[in-house]
């Protein structure tokens, strides 16, 4: 066996290595890319890099309805906006963890607010004591 053929040999093996590596991590376009928040610390992470100092005051578990009343409605609209899936966790258990926000400024306290369903957050909010029906997005929006 030569030199040359040898080489060609391992190339070869070295592409069909790389083809098989590229198949079993290729993500189907219908799957969703998941991120997981699974800790306390995690989720805290999150809502600092959304701009949020925050203290947790609260962990309880709800269950998100299985028909939406027209105020859920536009509350699953708010999290469309915001990219989580509210809307495909209808009937399930969900933990709730419930901030003070320590930053928003002002006298009226704040409270951000996560929906989780194994980990993943399919629902974010900010609203005051005050209103708490007016809620925004993580980030700003209405």
């Known amino acids: 066996m030569t ?3 040898i080489l060609r040999i391992l190339a070869g093996a070295a592409l069909l290595g790389t083809a098989g590596m590229l198949l079993l991590l290729h993500t189907p376009d ?4 998941v991120v997981l928040y699974p800790d306390a610390y995690s989720r805290e992470y999150y ?9 947790l005051l609260q962990e309880d578990t709800v269950t998100i309805p299985r028909q939406f009343n027209t105020v ?6 708010l999290q469309e906006k ?5 809307s495909r966790h209808k009937g ?11 930053n928003y400024g002002g006298d009226v306290p704040v409270r951000a607010e996560l929906l989780l369903c194994g980990g993943v957050i399919v629902a974010g ?9 007016v809620q925004t997005g993580l980030h700003g929006e209405t």
């Open 3 to 5: 030199k040359r053929h």
């Open 30 to 33: 219908t799957t969703d890319n």
């Open 47 to 55: 809502l600092n890099l959304c701009g949020w100092q925050v203290t």
């Open 72 to 77: 859920y409605e536009a509350y699953s609209q």
């Open 82 to 86: 915001q990219g989580f899936p509210l």
């Open 92 to 102: 399930e258990a969900a933990l709730r963890c419930t901030y003070q926000v320590e």
């Open 125 to 133: 909010s900010i609203y005051t004591l005050e209103q708490p029906t």
